[in-house]
């Protein structure tokens, strides 16, 4: 597993909102030096997660998150 791998499912904040790295640069649809972020948005079937792609640099991972059941 590469470092970058072990990004995914980190929180991180980008500005003022935050999300969850949910993809990796693939050469297509994620840019190199970008990572997929999802903040909890879905397409209008309202299904299919949206993902938004971040420049590496915008993204601040948060170590630490709140639970709740």
Sequence with gaps: MTDEQTMLGRFVRVGADV???????????????HFAVWYG??????VTPLARTVPREYCEVIAKFATYH
Excluded: F, T
């Design 19 to 33: 999300g969850v790295i949910v993809g990796l640069p693939d050469g297509q649809s994620i840019p190199d030096e």
């Design 41 to 46: 948005q879905r397409l209008v079937d309202e």
